[in-house]
């Protein structure tokens, strides 16, 4: 079982910059893959970016071309760089370890962190 915990939300204008890291514990030998996900207020959890062990990378087009996800994998962390942020890009975020089969991302059903909030103002 891998524990995830995310950090790095906060309030920020529109047009401004964040970095969410999210510390992962535990099996992490095991990770083969990870990925950040999003809940609006009234909107359910979708996937945003993921990261896969051999470096691969896909975005949900919203975010494609301002969020960067990234892995240290020295320090066990996951990254999602955003730039260029919207009004639009308010919610909570969160990571996950799962897998992925070609492009497609499966979550890890265990593997949540707690999220943290980002909050952008116009």
């Known amino acids: 079982q891998v524990q995830l915990v995310e950090s790095g939300g906060g309030l920020v204008q529109a047009g401004g910059s964040l970095r969410l890291s999210c510390a992962a514990s535990?099996?992490?030998?095991?990770?083969?893959?990870m990925a950040w996900y999003r809940q609006a207020p009234g909107e359910q959890r979708g996937l945003i970016a993921t990261f896969r062990s051999d470096g691969f990378t896909d975005y949900k087009e919203s975010v494609k071309g301002r969020f960067t996800i990234s892995m240290d994998n020295a320090k066990n962390t996951l990254y999602l760089q955003m730039d260029s942020l919207k009004p639009d890009d308010t919610a909570v975020y969160y990571c996950n370890a799962g897998h992925m089969r070609g492009i497609y991302y499966y979550p890890g059903a265990g593997s949540w962190g707690r999220g943290t909030q980002v909050t952008v103002s116009s």
């Open positions: 535990g099996s992490t030998f095991r990770l083969d893959a």
